[in-house]
């Protein structure tokens, strides 16, 4: 997308438009991109890569992580946009099956290509004899970022309910996902059976997107609220890991006991509460700087492309790796954690950032699908895309795309495949539910142009 069509939306924003959402959803995966990137230790001895992990080398770092950890704000985002949107939809009588197809193809378009990219790059290296460990090693930190899209796909598919619970018993549906927060944990690690916490991931996102719909309803106005939210929620979180088997660190560690991120525990829900009062009682100050051009601008063209920023930043961090390996090791030799590991970490963001600028410049398109207007679907149809296309993310998030014996190419598979039921021809002559005006993961009323943003 070239700066002039982003100077136009950004011109064209309406007086209604509650920015700080934009802002607060770039912001978060800004965040948790140069997060990844910063957590990567790796550095190339005798030839060989060691790959190190910053939480597991500086556990000093693992308070960090509750600022760090920010897809608690992305939920808190996506609250506000499904509420405003299906809320919309609702009042032009636009069926449920359309409004979530729309949404899908907004969300789940973009992982196509990079599926595709890796299940061919796996199958050509496997037939010419790379290790299956290093393929192994490199598609699973290449599609981590799948996870979180098949958490948050599952969430705005069950929106229209969580809205109608929210709008029936506001604040008690909030204190009652946290509860049953609780519970998961109890039954899951009182009965060491990590499949039950399995369940948070939908009921702990679930409870933090709840509180979107309290921001977008004014039940959170004024500074004072916000605090104490942000205060609820701090107790909540240390009471839980001072009292609790949880982790200080809010991100997962391979070979941890307990891991607040893998599955989601109720800790994150607290955190949830934490960031959200905080990063709102902020929304005044941010309002006013995103009123000027420069500041809303940059915050409309992170927005354009914010699912291949997301997408995409591991695979570009694993191809620096892979050319630098290639080339002997350069810009890898620095030993991690020593001072001038440090100072070259700005370094190391800016060479991963331009790789990632070209995957973003090849494959950005795919975050603006044309608009669908044919008739809405069968109701069974987005809600199957749904359970297929996020079941093959969730396996290829844990295990990657190749194991011990070979590719496992189904999963990828399964995932372009349940995409490619969304352009099923529709024969009924009902009007699809093409989606509210304002795109899947906007923030507020908006032209049909802004429906370029991106979900």
């Not at 069926?95 to 990079?114: K, S």
């Not at 719909?213 to 909540?236: I, M």
């Not at 100072?343 to 070209?358: E, F, S």
Request: glycine share 10%; charged share 10%.
């Amino acid at each position: 997308m070239d700066l002039s069509t982003v100077r136009d939306l950004a011109a064209a924003t309406p007086a209604t438009r509650n920015r700080v959402v934009d802002l607060l959803r770039a912001a978060a995966i800004v965040v948790v991109v140069l997060g990844h990137w910063l957590m990567a230790a790796v550095v190339v001895r005798d030839g060989e890569l060691e790959i190190g992990h910053l939480l597991e080398l500086a556990p000093w770092t693992h308070p960090l992580t509750w600022v760090f950890q920010v897809m608690p704000v992305f939920f808190l985002v996506g609250g506000y946009a499904n509420g405003l949107s299906w809320r919309s939809a609702r009042a032009k009588n636009l069926p449920y099956a359309g409004w979530l197809r729309a949404r899908l193809r907004r969300l789940l378009t973009p992982v196509v290509p990079l599926l595709l990219v890796w299940l061919l790059a796996v199958v050509v290296a496997h037939a010419a004899g790379v290790p299956t460990a290093t393929l192994r090693t490199a598609s699973q930190v290449a599609l981590v970022p799948t996870w979180f899209l098949a958490a948050y796909v599952v969430v705005c598919t069950v929106a229209p309910a969580t809205l109608w619970v929210w709008e029936r018993w506001g604040w008690s549906s909030i204190v009652g996902g946290l509860a049953l927060g609780c519970l998961v944990d109890l039954v899951s690690l009182g009965t060491d059976t990590l499949t039950v916490g399995f369940a948070n991931y939908l009921v702990v996102w679930a409870t933090v997107h709840q509180v979107g719909y309290a921001w977008l309803d004014g039940r959170l106005a004024g500074t004072g609220r916000r605090l104490a939210l942000a205060a609820v929620g701090l107790v909540g979180v240390v009471g839980l890991v001072w009292a609790g088997p949880y982790p200080v660190s809010m991100i997962g560690l391979d070979g941890a006991a307990v891991n607040n991120s893998y599955p989601t525990r109720v800790t994150l829900g607290f955190l949830g509460l934490l960031q959200a009062g905080l990063v709102l009682a902020l929304e005044p100050a941010l309002a006013a700087w995103l009123q000027r051009p420069r500041a809303w601008s940059a915050t409309v063209l992170l927005n354009t492309r914010v699912m291949t920023l997301y997408l995409w930043h591991l695979t570009a961090m694993v191809l620096a790796i892979g050319l630098s390996l290639l080339l002997g090791g350069p810009g890898l030799g620095v030993t991690p954690m020593t001072g001038a590991w440090w100072v070259t970490r700005p370094l190391w963001w800016a060479v991963l950032g331009l790789v990632t600028l070209g995957c973003i410049a090849a494959l950005g398109r795919f975050e603006t699908p044309r608009r669908d207007e044919s008739p809405a679907p069968p109701v069974w149809l987005p809600v199957l895309v749904t359970v297929l296309a996020c079941g093959g993310l969730g396996f290829m998030a844990a295990k990657g795309i190749v194991g011990a014996d070979g590719v496992h190419w189904w999963w990828p598979v399964l995932t372009v495949g349940a995409v490619a039921l969304l352009r099923l021809p529709v024969t009924s002559r009902r009007r699809a539910g093409a989606g509210s005006p304002h795109g899947p993961a906007t923030g507020g009323q908006a032209s049909p142009r802004r429906n370029r943003r991106p979900g």
